[in-house]
């Protein structure tokens, strides 16, 4: 079997300018936002492409990023319910 370390991650409310190594570093489409990095529970995805952008447009427009400037994350969709009667 071959193993893969965890994907880099974001959370909700990261600064951007935070971010932006995870943007830059990561070869994922979408980047997991997780609630916090020690219960690590996916609660959403970061378009990497959508991540660049609103850095671009930051920097285009001259505005700082403070802390201020969040992430806000894709909702990840609820998992299936079980059918029932199913353990």
């Keep these: 079997d071959v193993m ?3 994907p880099l991650r974001l959370r909700p409310g ?3 300018l935070d971010a932006l ?3 830059l570093a990561s070869e994922l489409r979408n980047i997991p936002v997780v ?3 020690d ?8 378009p990497r492409a959508e991540g660049l952008a609103v ?3 930051a920097i285009s427009a001259g505005t700082t990023m403070t802390s201020s400037t969040e992430i806000i994350a894709r909702k990840a969709p609820a998992p299936p319910a079980p059918p029932p009667g199913a353990r």
Excluded: K, T
């Design 14 to 16: 990261q600064r951007l």
């Design 4 to 6: 893969r370390p965890l």
């Design 39 to 46: 219960e690590d529970r996916l609660i959403g995805s970061m």
């Design 55 to 57: 850095l671009s447009e």
């Design 21 to 23: 190594p995870v943007l």
């Design 35 to 37: 609630n916090n990095f």
